[in-house]
């Protein structure tokens, strides 16, 4: 079956400094979604993509989905303490489910 | 409120007990989603209905799950005879169609005694 694979699984960072989570995935994707969960919290919708070699920002997440549409990533500029939490990518194949990735967790020290 | 509501937020039983869950999704919503998420995992898909027709199944649903969407409103998802390897968050999420993102709801923790 479909797999969805994250590293790393934990990074801690600086605030300040730049994070980047990377997101493979076994099988080609029709389009992929990003989610954030605060510890504590459930999955928040980020964004989606769809097509080969996109690439998104919103303010200092920049989200960018593989030529291939099997890999994709985020990046976040000069993280801030409201950043903390663990970023999500999750998968489609074309069907209606949804496979998530294994997620990275990000921790700020201030 | 018009977000995901689920209930009740905790739960705990003994095991061997039967357990429902509820999930009241945004309205406008015809998509539901049932996932289970356990300590430091991504949410594992359960199943999934348009309006209340159960599409698609997990095969980690075992028999002993079983969740229905009367009316294609709200669902509910019932484990009988609960083990302990159920303890999780039980999550449910809704969409406004194939693609959109979902909305999750805060989930149901379920610990098995």
């Known amino acids: 079956g479909q797999q969805v694979m994250q590293i790393p699984q934990y990074q801690h960072v600086q605030e300040g400094e730049d994070f980047t989570t990377y997101c493979n995935s076994s099988?080609?994707?029709?389009?992929i979604q990003w989610y954030k969960q605060r510890p504590g919290g459930h999955p928040v919708f980020l964004i989606q993509?769809?097509?080969?070699?996109e690439v998104k920002k919103q303010k200092r997440l920049t989200f960018q989905f593989g030529e291939a549409k099997k890999n994709s990533s985020l990046h976040i500029t000069a993280t801030q303490t409201t950043d903390v939490g663990t970023y999500f990518c999750a998968g489609s194949e074309g069907n209606e489910k949804l496979t998530f990735g294994t997620g990275t967790r990000l921790t700020i020290i201030p | 409120d018009t977000g995901v509501s689920q209930d009740p937020r905790h739960k705990i039983t003994k095991r061997g007990q039967n357990v429902t869950f509820r999930c009241d999704p945004i309205?406008?919503?015809?998509?539901l989603y049932w996932y289970r998420q356990t300590l430091g995992q991504g949410p594992e898909f359960l199943t999934y209905?348009?309006?209340?027709?159960?599409?698609?199944k997990s095969r980690l649903l075992s028999d002993r799950f079983s969740a229905e969407r009367p009316k294609g409103s709200f669902s509910t998802l019932e484990i009988q005879r609960t083990e302990q390897g159920d303890s999780a968050m039980y999550l449910c999420a809704s969409s406004l169609y194939q693609g959109y993102g979902y909305t999750f709801g805060s989930g149901t923790r379920l610990t098995v005694v």
């Open positions: 309205s406008e919503h015809n998509r």
């Open positions: 099988t080609t994707l029709s389009n």
């Open positions: 209905f348009q309006n209340e027709a159960q599409l698609e």
């Open positions: 993509l769809v097509k080969s070699g």
